[in-house]
């Protein structure tokens, strides 16, 4: 199996490995055990073999049962599908709806994310989420692997990785640099977005918020660990589970 950060998915966004990261106490973060992605539900035959192959044995999809619902994931029978959203409102409004709200004031769309990273900490749904994809972490004791995401593998996945890497014992620029990529990987789709808007009558305002609403910016990470620093929020799993997953996920 080959030791690639950016994985060979031609029909989604997002796919990352999570191995090969060291921590603090000089360790490294096994390779394909654990990816994060934007969701499966465009993925083609090949991507499909792919992952397969990859040894995927969970996939969790952090997304609302709206957006499963519109979207459902395309999976090996092999593969148990878990669904576990971090929000479960929030997905209903129309793309006109969206356009119209993003219209008139270009500073919405930073906002909202920030608002929304801070729910991600602060959310009891959100923090249950996150337990149970612990949980899937840690009963994923075999050869295989474990694959979670969102819509487009940035906020709720970007949060998800960052605790799954902090639990390891990695160190936070690191993790922030992790979080980061999706800046890059998120441009195509944004493209896409704002030719999907455009129809509604494309703006400045609706320019930057639709940029906005779609790439990654430190600001938003920022505002999560602030919200976590502020309230003195424990670790994601307890120390016994940080144990576990420190044994299965690492190597020497």
């Given at each position: 199996?080959?030791?690639?950060?950016l994985?060979?998915?031609?029909?989604g966004?997002?796919?990352r490995?999570?191995?090969?990261?060291?921590?603090?106490?000089?360790?490294?973060?096994?390779?394909?055990?654990?990816?994060?992605?934007?969701?499966?539900?465009?993925?083609?035959?090949?991507?499909?073999?792919?992952?397969?192959?990859?040894?995927?044995?969970?996939?969790?999809?952090?997304?609302?049962?709206?957006?499963?619902?519109?979207?459902?994931?395309?999976?090996?029978?092999?593969?148990?599908?878990?669904?576990?959203?971090?929000?479960?409102?929030?997905?209903?409004?129309?793309e006109?709806?969206?356009?119209?709200?993003?219209?008139?004031?270009?500073?919405?769309?930073?906002?909202?994310?920030i608002?929304?990273?801070?729910s991600?900490?602060t959310?009891p749904?959100?923090?249950?989420?996150?337990?149970?994809?612990?949980?899937?972490?840690?009963?994923?004791?075999?050869?295989?692997?474990?694959?979670?995401?969102?819509?487009?593998?940035?906020?709720?996945?970007?949060?998800?990785?960052?605790?799954?890497?902090?639990?390891?014992?990695?160190?936070?620029?690191?993790?922030?640099?992790?979080?980061?990529?999706?800046?890059?990987?998120?441009?195509?789709?944004?493209?896409?977005?704002?030719?999907?808007?455009?129809?509604?009558?494309?703006?400045?305002?609706?320019r930057?918020?639709?940029?906005?609403?779609?790439?990654?910016?430190?600001?938003y990470?920022?505002?999560?660990?602030a919200?976590?620093?502020?309230?003195?929020?424990?670790?994601?799993?307890?120390?016994?589970?940080?144990?576990?997953?420190?044994?299965?996920?690492?190597?020497l």
């Amino acid at each position: 199996m080959s030791q690639q950060r950016l994985l060979d998915i031609k029909n989604g966004y997002n796919f990352r490995e999570l191995g090969g990261y060291q921590t603090k106490d000089g360790r490294f973060v096994k390779w394909n055990k654990v990816l994060r992605s934007g969701d499966l539900s465009e993925l083609s035959d090949s991507d499909l073999a792919f992952l397969e192959d990859y040894g995927i044995n969970f996939d969790v999809d952090l997304r609302s049962d709206t957006e499963r619902t519109k979207a459902p994931d395309k999976k090996s029978s092999k593969i148990k599908l878990i669904a576990n959203p971090v929000f479960n409102s929030g997905h209903d409004k129309t793309e006109q709806q969206y356009a119209e709200q993003y219209m008139d004031d270009a500073k919405r769309g930073k906002q909202n994310m920030i608002n929304s990273y801070q729910s991600m900490v602060t959310s009891p749904s959100a923090q249950n989420a996150f337990k149970n994809l612990f949980k899937t972490l840690l009963a994923n004791t075999d050869n295989g692997a474990v694959l979670f995401h969102c819509a487009q593998g940035k906020d709720r996945t970007g949060l998800s990785a960052a605790f799954f890497l902090f639990a390891l014992g990695v160190d936070e620029g690191t993790i922030k640099k992790d979080y980061l990529l999706s800046k890059e990987a998120m441009k195509p789709f944004i493209q896409v977005k704002i030719d999907q808007y455009s129809k509604y009558g494309m703006t400045d305002e609706l320019r930057q918020n639709l940029h906005d609403l779609y790439t990654v910016d430190e600001s938003y990470f920022d505002a999560a660990m602030a919200t976590i620093k502020e309230k003195r929020f424990a670790n994601p799993i307890h120390s016994w589970g940080q144990r576990h997953l420190r044994s299965n996920l690492h190597v020497l």
